[in-house]
């Protein structure tokens, strides 16, 4: 499996998290389905939950912290 850029991929989870907690779209922007397919296709995963779970697995490994302390749920 290649392993994703940690930034880029930490960049994604904060992303999805913010879509998660209905900080809204902006016009261009990726939508909350967007983010989760990237994160899957990321993890090389089939479904949102695995791919958090991988993400902050790998995150964990890279030693990426998370700047805004958010908690995944999927």
């Known amino acids: 499996m ?3 850029d940690p930034h880029y991929l930490r960049s994604q989870l904060t ?27 990321l993890t090389g995963t089939r479904h949102i939950g695995e791919a958090l779970t991988v993400a902050e697995t790998l995150l964990a490994a890279a030693a990426v912290p998370d ?6 749920a999927a």
């Open 2 to 4: 290649l392993i994703p």
């Open 15 to 41: 992303r999805y998290t913010e879509l998660r907690a209905g900080r809204g779209e902006a016009a261009g922007e990726p939508s909350l389905e967007d983010v989760s397919y990237t994160l899957c296709v």
């Open 67 to 72: 700047p805004a302390g958010t908690a995944l």
